[in-house]
Structures are given as C-alpha cells and as structure tokens.
C-alpha cells in the first residue's frame, strides 16, 4: 500500500464531517442574523429617543406662561387729551398700563430699580396686545379688565419646571425679589399654562415667548407652490422625450449622466448656484420665495426625473404595441395611454422631491432666505424664511426659551413631512397596477 495515499472515510465518518460543517454554517446564518437584528434594533432605539428627546423638549412650545393682572385703562394715560382717532390711541404709553397693574398688586416695590425688576415678569410684547385691545374697543378707556397677559421668557421656564429652583441666584434666570413675586402670582392663581395659539399664528420674534411659525410656514408654503410648479411640468417632460423619443447616442447617454450624477450633488451647490446666477446675474430679490424655488426646482428636478423614467419603463410595451396598431400616433400613444398609467409613480416621485425641497436648508441659506424675517410674507418676492431656516436661526438664539421652539419648530416640520409621504405611499398603493 502506498503511503502517500490516504485511508478512505468510513460513510460513518464522512457524515460528521458534513454535520459539522452544515452546523458551522447554521451557526454563521444564525450569527449574521442576529447582527442584523442588532443593527435595526439599535438604530430604531437612537430613533426613539431622538423622537422622544424632540418631543419633550418641543411640547412645551405650544404652552404658554401668562400672568392674570386687573388693568385700568387710563384715560390720562391714552387719551389725555380726550382723542380717539387710531393714530393717537397707537401712540399711547401702553407701558405705563402694565406698570400701575402691577404696582397695583404689588403696592410694597418702590423706586425704578425695583420697578424695572417687577416689569420683567412680563413679556414685553403684553403692551402691543393692550395696545390692540384699545385700537379694536375704544369703548374700554376708563374700565379695570382682569386681562392675561404674556409672561416673560423667564417666567415661562421658571413656571414649565426648565430651570431648578434651588440653584444660586446668578444661575436663575429670575432673582430672588423676582422669585418673590413669582410665588405671590402662583399662590394666587394669577400664572396659568395656557395654549399658545402665537406660535402657530405669529411671525418670529425677538422675544422667545412672543416667536412663531406662521410667517415660515407662508414662506414655506410659496416656495413649495412655485417650485411644484416649476420642476413637475419639466421633470415629467424631460423623463418622457428621454425615454420615448430620445435616440439613442452619445449625447442623451451624457445626459443620463449627468442627471444620475446631479441627484447626488450636495444641495449647498445648488445654493451657490442661485446665488451666482439668479442672485448675481439676474439680479432676483434676495430671501424671496421666488429665488428659493427656482433653486429647489434645480434640487428636485434629477429626484422626478429618475422617478418618472421608472415609472415610464413600468409600463407593459404591450400596451404602446396595442396602442400603434390600433393606428395612434407616437404622440397618441404616450399622452392617451402611456402617460396616465405612469402618472401615479411620477406623483409619487414628485411628492418625494417636495418633501426633500421642504426639508432644504443649506441651498435656502445661500440666498438670504437666514434673514430675521418679522413680517409675514403677502407674496412670491417679499422677504420671508422658510421652516428648516427658521429652525436654524432659533437653534443658533443665546436665550433658553428658543430650544423648545426650535423643537416645536421641528414638530411641526415632521409633522408636514409625514403627512408628504403619507400621501405618497397612499397614491402608490391606490394607483399601483400590476401587469
């Protein structure tokens, strides 16, 4: 017997041998599986929490601290002079309003230091809603209303739980006086939580309890409108020349390209190329809705063209077959048959680059649209902000009551962005054919 040749296995042996290495391998699939298993079960643990860290700090933005005061409309204060036209009564020192309410409850604060301190506690916007309550009624000069009024940012945290009451002084936003009259106003039923309708009915403000959306969802709102406007129609008929009546060559192959290439730009490209063209060479309105959208139209365009040549190819070519032997035209063919029946996966592309548009902040940032923006836009070229912007610039505010807004800011931009691809998924699944 030679000895380089080695002994048979007995089939005894030969089946361990094979037990052991299906074993192995079960235990490899059963390994990777469980690493997979791993990998989504963590991640959708960092998605709770960073829903959960979002919520419960943004919650509180739709909750307002106010402070209930007996004020009295003073006539020598508004209308010294017995005027009531609109003018005079705007000019009035609605100030001094909320100055005597409060020194009306608080009779012991003396002097301007202190009385400065007591004014604090309330928002220093609570004279222009006096102010409007005049201008609305003249008929309340010379009444006491029990009236509530905005309370400070400060008193805001100090009533929602943000800031510990037993730290030192000089890490509160309210002093010890200041704590005082706090607890006076709490004991007596003069704070309250309330609903904060401003903040979804109200422009942005310098005081973080006076700040709102309304004018960034507007600006949204315009930018949206004319960027649907302008890339669907352009998206949908640059995808069907493509790939229904596009020869074949060199240069739609180089077109393919760069399409394909332009979906992965960063979006900060498409802001500088707004600013350098539409900006600089145009001489467009910066921070207008306009100049937004046509840079988001540049954004989305690559997003529903991909989107609408699939949806075209998903098409059976049995039904443009039928359609040229029934005697259609090219033209006949694609707009009767083929078109409508790709139309639910081209809106369902279109809906997704809306929402990639809506969420944009960095191309919006290049053309102004980051200004301090108080008024709400009436058309396509005021000035206005959008909801990602606005989200930046509170993000970026030194006073603690912007976090919750920020947070509330992004609540509601979730909230849009799950309601776009809600209605996606739905206009795919209702429209879906399967051939």
Not at 129 to 137: I, R, S
Not at 259 to 280: E, K, M
């Amino acid at each position: 017997m030679n000895s380089t040749n080695k002994p048979r296995k007995t089939p005894q042996e030969t089946q361990a041998i094979v037990e052991r290495s299906l074993s192995r391998r079960y235990w490899a699939e059963r390994r990777f599986r469980l690493y997979g298993l791993a990998a989504v079960t963590a991640g959708m643990l960092f998605l709770v929490y960073l829903f959960f860290v979002i919520f419960s700090n943004g919650m509180g933005a739709f909750r307002q601290t106010q402070v209930r005061l007996p004020v009295y409309f003073d006539p020598a204060i508004i209308a010294p002079e017995g005027q009531r036209d609109i003018e005079s009564l705007r000019a009035a020192d609605y100030p001094a309003l909320i100055r005597a309410a409060l020194k009306a409850k608080f009779p012991e604060v003396e002097g301007r230091a202190a009385t400065r301190e007591l004014t604090r506690l309330i928002s220093g916007s609570a004279s222009f809603d006096l102010q409007q309550m005049v201008v609305g009624d003249p008929g309340i000069i010379g009444t006491t209303e029990e009236i509530w009024l905005l309370g400070s940012d400060a008193v805001d945290l100090m009533a929602k739980g943000r800031v510990e009451r037993d730290v030192p002084e000089d890490q509160r936003p309210l002093s010890d006086t200041q704590m005082g009259y706090f607890d006076k106003l709490e004991s007596e039923g003069a704070l309250a939580l309330k609903f904060n309708a401003n903040f979804l009915t109200g422009g942005d403000s310098r005081e973080p309890e006076k700040a709102g959306i309304w004018g960034a969802v507007v600006g949204s709102f315009y930018t949206l409108v004319l960027t649907l406007l302008l890339s669907f129609p352009i998206g949908v008929a640059t995808a069907v020349y493509l790939e229904e009546f596009a020869v074949r060559n060199r240069w739609t192959d180089l077109i393919e390209v760069n399409i394909n290439n332009l979906a992965a730009v960063p979006s900060i490209v498409f802001g500088l190329l707004g600013l350098a063209v539409f900006i600089g060479f145009f001489g467009l309105p910066r921070s207008a809705p306009l100049v937004g959208a046509l840079v988001l139209t540049l954004l989305t365009l690559p997003t529903i063209i991909i989107a609408s040549r699939a949806a075209l190819k998903a098409v059976p070519p049995s039904i443009r077959e039928a359609a040229l032997g029934m005697g259609a035209s090219k033209i006949q063919t694609v707009a009767h048959h083929v078109l409508p029946l790709a139309m639910p996966g081209m809106l369902t592309g279109t809906i997704i680059g809306m929402a990639r548009a809506l969420g944009e902040s960095a191309p919006l940032l290049m053309i102004g649209m980051v200004a301090f923006i108080v008024d709400i836009p009436q058309g396509f070229t005021d000035a206005a902000t959008a909801l990602p912007v606005q989200v930046f610039l509170w993000s970026d505010s030194p006073e603690r009551g912007f976090m919750e807004k920020t947070s509330g800011a992004i609540i509601v931009l979730l909230a849009f962005l799950v309601v776009m691809n809600t209605a996606a998924v739905i206009l795919r699944k209702r429209f879906e054919r399967r051939w």
